[in-house]
């Protein structure tokens, strides 16, 4: 009974509407939802609606009834609370335009105080008396059809349809008259029922209209790092099958003071990859539009740019280290230290592909003179490389690490004559290696966000590229 008031939560994720909608924005990130993750998520949340419906206080109930031998006598139920509640079973089936969620075979505790007063002809004095009841409700089914409509990136939830019905109570009262029990189920059995199927089913919508509240709430970015924001707003309808539900956000990466929900210019993948394991719960698919964004956000806001003065190798950082690879820099500036300026020159691209994430990155690295407290660029070296990554679920986050693939090496522009290109090359790799990719790899390592329901923690997760 309870499963339905926050269960619906998840049905934002798989109901559609009547009428698709057909935006002209792309989704970028899908999320999968298998069978198992579906029963995971609705075991939870039933767990959760139950304690936090009850205690539930239903109506006072009250009436005359005539009784044998008695005469009229008028009766008061009162403080009628429903203390525990037990779910037998439950389940969801997913229609074309709505989904029905259903919980039967439950069972509830109720608790209450009873009074009656009555007069006869021979005692015209008003006779009264008062005690304790418990009831035992049995063979609730209650079953509820729900909507969700997107709504301008937005979740609009809605009941269709609510019922809650009562198989069977029992009423066991404490103290009274032996007239008394016959006469309270006479006349309340039919009452308490209807309160009961009443108060679960007002409970129910009041809890919908909580959660579609929340979910109009829901944010529409997720901070990257404190400078970006991942669009997280909803495109499109999500799509149902028999044993798993999609739906597709946005996906894409902004600058955190220039968020708008945008088309991205890459071709939209049309094939999805699965998990080989059919035991997961829940799929993630990430384009690579969504990495190339990142990029793209990063580069524009010029933060794809270091200034090394400290390296493992320290000697490169000094003329005196290059007096065999660079003659003409040490005879010109003798053991003068010196600084590497490294600087991604255009727009990372990241292709994904079977097994492999790859990036390729042009970078310029600008030779740096420290001679008597100035600062003098002496050449400059073009670099065309390309890393091959791997990735790793950290907490909620997708984080991951590259490796260099390969390079090539171009003198772009030089002060000090003409460079050895084939001689330096030994050098770029070492800086590549030792301060570029430990570099790249740290800002890797902090992962990027998910997008996961706040209290959700992802275990056991396998990574397919494809």
Request: proline fraction near 4%.
């Amino acid at each position: 009974m309870a499963a339905i008031i926050l269960f619906i939560v998840l049905s934002f994720l798989f109901t559609p509407t009547s009428t698709q909608l057909h935006s002209n924005e792309e989704g970028f990130i899908s999320v999968y939802i298998s069978e198992k993750g579906l029963d995971f998520a609705k075991d939870v949340l039933i767990d959760k609606a139950v304690s936090s419906i009850i205690p539930l206080q239903l109506p006072d109930i009250e009436k005359s009834v005539k009784i044998p031998l008695v005469g009229k006598v008028h009766m008061l139920l009162s403080n009628i609370i429903i203390y525990h509640v037990d779910i037998a079973s439950s389940y969801v089936n997913t229609g074309e335009t709505a989904i029905l969620l259903v919980a039967s075979g439950a069972t509830a505790n109720l608790s209450m105080s009873w009074q009656y007063t009555y007069k006869t002809w021979l005692v015209p004095i008003a006779i009264t008396d008062d005690g304790g009841a418990s009831v035992q409700v049995e063979g609730m089914e209650v079953g509820v059809t729900a909507a969700l409509k997107n709504q301008e990136g937005n979740l609009k939830l809605s009941v269709l349809e609510c019922e809650c019905h009562v198989k069977y109570i029992s009423i066991k009262l404490d103290g009274g008259a032996s007239w008394l029990y016959q006469g309270v189920v006479d006349a309340f059995e039919r009452k308490i029922v209807t309160a009961v199927e009443n108060a679960i089913s007002k409970k129910i919508r009041e809890g919908i209209i909580k959660l579609d509240s929340k979910l109009q709430s829901l944010p529409k970015q997720i901070p990257v790092y404190g400078t970006a924001v991942l669009n997280v707003t909803f495109v499109d309808n999500p799509v149902l099958s028999d044993s798993s539900v999609k739906f597709e956000i946005n996906g894409l990466v902004t600058a955190k003071d220039a968020f708008v929900v945008s088309n991205y210019n890459h071709k939209r993948g049309m094939s999805s990859s699965s998990c080989s394991s059919p035991a997961k719960m829940i799929q993630i698919s990430l384009q690579e539009s969504v990495f190339n964004s990142l990029s793209s956000v990063y580069f524009d806001a010029d933060y794809m740019h270091w200034i090394v003065d400290k390296m493992p190798d320290q000697s490169i950082l000094n003329t005196a280290g290059w007096r065999y690879i660079v003659p003409q820099l040490y005879k010109q500036y003798p053991n003068d230290d010196m600084n590497i300026n490294i600087s991604v020159s255009s727009l990372p691209i990241i292709k994904v592909a079977k097994d492999d994430i790859s990036a390729f990155v042009n970078l310029d690295v600008t030779i740096d003179v420290n001679d008597a407290g100035e600062v003098i660029p002496v050449a400059c070296i073009s670099l065309e490389i390309s890393t091959s990554g791997s990735a790793e679920i950290l907490r909620n986050n997708l984080a991951g690490s590259v490796r260099l693939k390969g390079f090539s090496a171009y003198l772009k522009w030089s002060e000090i004559g003409n460079i050895n290109i084939h001689l330096l090359k030994p050098v770029m790799s070492t800086i590549l290696k030792t301060v570029f990719l430990p570099i790249v790899n740290l800002h890797l390592k902090r992962g990027f966000p998910l997008p996961m329901l706040h209290g959700f923690t992802l275990q056991n997760a396998e990574i397919v590229c494809t």
